[in-house]
T-cell receptor, first 112, second 111 residues
Framework: DADVTQTPRNRITKTGKRIMLECSQT?????MYWYRQDPGLGLRLIYY???????NKGEISDGYSVSRQAQAKFSLSLESAIPNQTALYFC???????????FGEGSRLTVL | QQQVKQSPQSLIVQKGGISIINCAYE??????FPWYQQFPGKGPALLIA?????SEKKEGRFTISFNKSAKQFSLHIMDSQPGDSATYFC??????????FGTGTSLTVIP
């Protein structure tokens, strides 16, 4: 089983719908991140969390919200999806003592 | 505003050649500079990283060159192989908290 698991892996939805992307990890890391990947724009940070009670906005948080339900679970929500939120979304984890980010395999979201 | 600028956007190299990808940054508070490798359908994975107290780090065929005064760093892939074909991202962070990524370089190694 993957250390960082994202669900769903693919999702097609319509404008205005609420969408939740979920991330769970078995690495025991305290820090979790949500990134968005777009061609030519690289990876951009949406939100990050250093523990269950700590949530921080990243570079592009508008239109998104997150919930850290437990140390191992971090979900990303789009309250009212719009077409320019069509992208590949990655969850990542990191321990506080290491510099390495561990990424999930991504969730491809298409908003029609 | 892009915190880390990466070039080129794409790169085609013959097998056995040297692949070079460059990155530049402005924020002198950055203290950790990793490179990530991403294969299609997969998440990025750490390839190699450097801290600004050294000018070069080598791991196998992969080398990071770091120029603190120019605020630039680069990835060199020696003896490039078709299996190295992937997208490469440079990144920078402050105390290992927020990571800022470059826009990525798609490398194709031709057999």
């Amino acid at each position: 089983d993957a250390d960082v698991t994202q669900t769903p892996r693919n999702r097609i939805t319509k404008t205005g719908k609420r969408i939740m992307l979920e991330c769970s990890q078995t690495k025991g890391h305290d820090r979790m991140y949500w990134y968005r990947q777009d061609p030519g724009l690289g990876l951009r940070l949406i939100y990050y969390s250093f523990d269950v009670k700590d949530i921080n906005k990243g570079e592009i948080s508008d239109g998104y919200s997150v919930s850290r339900q437990a140390q191992a679970k971090f979900s990303l929500s789009l309250e009212s999806a719009i077409p320019n939120q069509t992208a590949l979304y990655f969850c990542a984890t990191k321990s506080g003592s290491s510099g390495e980010l561990f990424f999930g395999e991504g969730s491809r979201l298409t908003v029609l | 505003q892009q915190q880390v600028k990466q070039s080129p956007q794409s790169l085609i190299v013959q097998k056995g050649g040297i692949s070079i990808i460059n990155c530049a940054y402005e924020n002198t508070a950055f203290d950790y500079f990793p490179w990530y490798q991403q294969f299609p359908g997969k998440g990025p994975a750490l390839l190699i990283a450097i801290r600004p107290d050294v000018s070069e780090k080598k791991e196998g065929r992969f080398t990071i060159s770091f120029n603190k005064s120019a605020k630039q760093f680069s990835l060199h892939i020696m003896d490039s192989q078709p299996g190295d074909s992937a997208t490469y991202f440079c990144a920078a962070s402050i105390t290992g908290n927020q990571f800022y990524f470059g826009t990525g370089t798609s490398l194709t190694v031709i057999p």
